[in-house]
């Protein structure tokens, strides 16, 4: 039994909770307890019992305000009638098949007809798979194999994508002054590493410099413009320019990770931020609460996936990808997320970072949110946040984010371990009247 176990141990007090209980269980058949590093938190997560619109009802019994929303895949909330009766008719008709069905046509054709700069798409089953195919996609196009991606970003779990994701102060610049191309994972391969350029997201004057420098080994740039690990600020139009320029001239193909940032806008979030990328890596809402990701971009990018004439530039296929219950509840969860939905969702979260962070600052905290439209992140500083380094570097550190975490959990909020959050449609000025108040609370508590 290591430390941890004892401390864990110790702070599983009797009278043991059912979700004590199940994660005693679980440690016994799950490396961890827990089947994702992002869902467990010391001692040990409430378990969720059941869901319904933005409130999660865990095994005590507890209710809580679901900001996590499944990692920002809920766009509705839980339980959304319309979803779950879409999946209720897609289950009875049979979960999946050899063989396509009209319902992956009927979800090409509602993204497809939301974002004109998309002309088509295919199915996976994950953000991680979406981002991984597009790159391949990107090598496959520009017969290069470098990637670049900015220090900090998350884009899920394919090899290239976990380099420079968790760089530490002291250890994040290379030899050549440029970030480290840091592996996160233990034996990722040397040449996944120096395959991957590393860019620094608040400098776009040394983003141009390593662009211009190493710009020609590249297939593609990945860049989510909301990037949430990396401190949820948007990028900037200095950064989108020298992004754009760097791809123009050297020939790199432009990939949008919007597995999160789609929701922005009902035309994606590259519309949003005027760009027009190669690729747009789309997933979470898309698939309505069940497991969804696709690449999707015009037409002539498109055509590397086509099998039909022979061997493919890539083959993108999977056992699941298109099934059809996903893609039933994707279409009920877009067709409710229509263009006013979208504004209203977008300024209720405005007018939430908004008063939250005037109340931050009429209490005299350090402390601010982050985000833009229904998105957002803490931050425990009231100094500006431009890149990763710069949340990195935040005095208060991860432990009193933990405990900022722990203690809105206590009053009866979730947002993930990081403290960032989503809004979802079900939510009004009411729920994000009663996060403030709980925020300015807890940070004042946290920060004494
Ligand atoms: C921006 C971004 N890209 C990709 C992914 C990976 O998506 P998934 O967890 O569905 O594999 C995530 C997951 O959180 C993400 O936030």
Known sequence: MTDAD??????????????????????????????????????????????EGCWVTDLEGRRLLDCSNNFFSLIHGHAFPPVVKAIQEAAALGTAFGLPTPQENGLAEAIIARAPHLEQIRF??????????????????????AIAKFEGAYHGAYDHMEIGYESAPGAWDGPDGDPASTP??????????????ILPYGDPARCADILRRKGTRLAGIVLDPLASRIGMMPASPELLAVVQEACARDGILLIFDEVIAFRMHHAGAHT??????????????????????????????M?????????????????????????????ATLAAYDTAAVARLSSLGDDFRQATNA??????????????????????????????????????????????????????????????????????????????????????????
């Not at 994950?126 to 017969?143: D, N, Q």
């Not at 004439?309 to 099934?323: E, H, Q, Y």
């Open 124 to 145: 996976c089953n994950s953000g991680t798979e979406a981002v991984m195919f597009a790159i391949k996609g990107a090598r496959a196009i520009t017969g290069r194999s």
């Open 272 to 301: 949003l931020f005027g760009v027009t990328p190669d690729l747009v890596a789309l997933g979470k809402i898309i698939g309505g609460g069940l497991p969804a990701g696709a690449v999707a971009g015009p037409a002539a990018r």
């Open 359 to 448: 109340a931050f600052r009429a209490a005299g905290l350090k402390a601010q949110l982050a985000g833009m439209g229904a998105l957002f992140r803490l931050h425990l500083t009231d100094a500006p946040i431009r890149d990763y380094r710069s949340v990195a570097t935040i005095p208060a550190g991860k432990g009193a984010i933990a405990a900022v975490h722990a203690a809105l959990l206590a009053r009866g909020a979730l947002l993930t371990p990081n403290a960032s959050g989503a809004l979802s449609t079900p939510m009004t000025a009411a729920e994000t009247d009663l996060l403030t108040g709980w925020l300015v609370e807890v940070v004042r508590e946290v920060t004494a």
């Open 6 to 51: 004892r401390r864990n141990d110790s702070l599983l007090d009797a009278p043991i909770s059912r979700s004590g209980a199940a994660f005693q269980r679980a440690r016994a058949v799950i490396p961890g307890g827990s089947m994702r590093p992002s869902s467990w938190f010391p001692p040990h997560p409430p378990y969720a019992a059941r869901g």
């Open 184 to 197: 996160y994972a233990r034996g990722t391969p040397a040449a996944v590493a120096a395959d991957t350029v």
């Open 303 to 331: 055509a590397i996936y086509d099998h039909t004439g022979g061997r493919p530039g890539v083959a993108l296929g999977g056992t699941f990808s298109a099934n059809p219950l996903t893609m039933a509840a994707g279409m």
